[in-house]
């Protein structure tokens, strides 16, 4: 085994897997705006929709998801009448985007709803709307309370594009499997564990981000108790 | 492209999964919870070197993706358990370990690094006034954890251990890698049967989501019936 040929080849590898974690990263993102706005607003129907989606979201594997996106988006997309455009490459960053909305709901709620009621009260006495509220006076101590629960969600999503290559996106998993077969499958244990290091460094790179967002933070931080960042993992 | 027949065939052999799942599920549950007791309580007490290796621990296990610890253990634990056999003298073949049990230790390893920290939390929420009025009544530290740590403790731990117990049942679904018959590499064998992919695979969405309800559903119920 040749770690100075292994390594360049999963790193070619790289740009799918990160390219598939930031578009899930931006949509997820958007998509739990969306949904938390649903969820703490309470409108009827819609809010039901939206905590819907969200427990199939967190109750069910990200693997199946993935399963569920690559089978279920060419019925979508046959039903919307356009040219199929659903490749495995695709059907990973739907998956992921949804899976990713709906677990950073789930921090984004809780810190929306630990900002001190008083406030809340506060802005709606003094005839702010729920946009002006959230930009103005909730938004910005809700973030702080989000981030710790923010990076955690975002280690998941990383660990979770581990996941692809079973839908048949090449990515680094796939590639490294590529790359063992071609030894014979002699070296699986050793080419497992520099995958390991290798995700290790990108979770690092993102949790050393969130962490420099949180300490410049810290002098922001409302002096509510904290909202509890989900401890568990998803998988 | 959508069949609404096959929905109900599928149903009943998905749900032939759902014992085994839950009992392997179960099992990693409790072995993961002893050693992550274990390491919280390390964590508490603040026992040097031991401290700085359960942190080592957590950081591995945390940064590292299931998938890649379940293949790590797939491939390195026949000789190491080969190797270990070995030193006392028994001559085991650790390629004859059924697959089953190399999952199971896998995602022991993997949770009970995230139970450390349910359980660290619970003991952290507990009030030190308590056992200062115990010590003052006398208790010992033994009788202190027994019957006034421990009840609040785990009435504490309650909704974090549900969610792990979900968290366990989804991540049984990485183990039809290596070749163990959960819900979801049932459902995907049953597609594989017939065809109908999509249908299999909404109804294990529908199984899961029903597990997760019942599995909130009750713990709700225990913990507003435990709590003091």
Redesign the interface.
């Known amino acids: 085994m040749d770690l100075s040929i292994m390594i360049p080849e999963l790193l070619s590898a790289l740009p799918l897997t990160l390219a598939i974690t930031f578009t899930a990263m931006i949509a997820g993102f958007l998509l739990a705006l969306v949904t938390t706005t649903f969820r703490v607003r309470r409108i009827p129907v819609v809010s039901q929709f939206a905590d819907f989606y969200v ?2 979201a ?7 998801q993935l ?2 996106a690559f ?2 988006l060419p ?1 979508v997309v ?1 039903l919307l009448d356009v040219e199929d455009f659903v490749s495995p490459n695709v059907a990973a960053m739907v998956g992921l985007s949804l899976y990713h909305g709906g677990y950073l709901s789930e921090v984004l709620r809780p810190a929306y709803l630990a900002v001190e009621r008083g406030q809340h009260d506060a802005a709606d006495s003094l005839g702010y709307s729920f946009l002006q509220k959230l930009v103005r006076v909730v938004g910005p101590q809700a973030v702080h309370i989000a981030l710790p629960g923010y990076g955690n969600a975002i ?1 998941y999503l ?3 594009v ?2 692809v290559m ?1 839908i048949g996106a090449a990515d680094v ?1 796939a590639t490294a499997h590529l790359v063992m077969e071609r030894d014979y499958n002699q070296y ?2 050793e080419t ?2 520099v ?2 290091v290798i ?2 460094l990108l ?2 790179v993102a949790w050393s981000i969130v962490r420099f967002f949180e300490k410049r933070n810290a002098r922001f931080a409302p002096n509510t108790a904290r909202a ?1 960042a ?6 | ?2 069949d609404s027949e096959v929905l109900l065939p599928d149903l009943w052999d998905i749900l032939g999964a759902v014992p085994v799942t839950l009992a392997m599920a179960l099992g990693i549950f409790v072995f993961s919870t002893m050693i992550g007791s274990l390491f919280a309580m390390v964590e508490y007490r603040r026992i040097p070197l031991l401290r700085e290796l359960v942190v080592a621990y957590k950081v ?1 296990f ?8 379940i ?2 253990a797939y ?2 634990l026949p000789p190491t358990s080969r190797f270990l056999t070995s030193l006392v003298g028994i001559d085991y073949n650790g390629h004859s370990t059924p697959n089953w049990i190399t999952l199971i230790v896998a995602l022991t390893l ?2 009970s690094a ?1 139970q450390a ?2 359980v660290k ?1 619970a003991l952290n929420s507990f009030d030190n006034g308590q056992a200062e009025a115990a010590y003052s009544l006398g208790y010992r530290k033994t009788q202190l954890f027994r019957r006034v740590m421990l009840p609040q403790v785990i009435v504490a731990a309650i909704p ?1 251990l549900a ?2 117990i ?2 366990i049942m ?2 049984l ?2 183990g ?2 290596i070749e163990v018959v959960d819900i ?1 590499a049932q ?2 064998l049953t597609a594989a049967l017939n065809f109908y ?2 249908e299999a ?2 109804i ?2 529908f199984v ?2 029903v ?3 019942i599995v909130t559903f009750v713990a709700d119920r225990l913990e507003r019936s435990l709590r003091v």
Do not use: W
């Not at chain 1, 967190?58 to 199946?64: A, G, I, K």
């Not at chain 1, 989900?230 to 998988?235: F, I, N, Q």
């Not at chain 2, 945390?62 to 610890?69: A, E, R, S, T």
């Open positions: 427990s199939y967190r109750s069910v594997p990200v693997v199946l399963f569920v089978y279920g019925l046959a280690i990383i660990h979770n581990a996941l079973y998993m699986q244990f497992y564990l995958l390991a995700y290790s979770c690092l509890k989900t401890v568990m993992p998803s998988v | 492209m959508f591995i945390k940064g590292v993706p299931m998938v890649i610890v293949f790590l491939y390195g993997c949770v995230f920290e349910v939390g974090d969610n792990s979900m968290v989804k991540a679904s990485l039809f890698a979801f459902s995907q992919y999509l695979f909404l294990a969405v899961y989501m597990i997760a309800y």
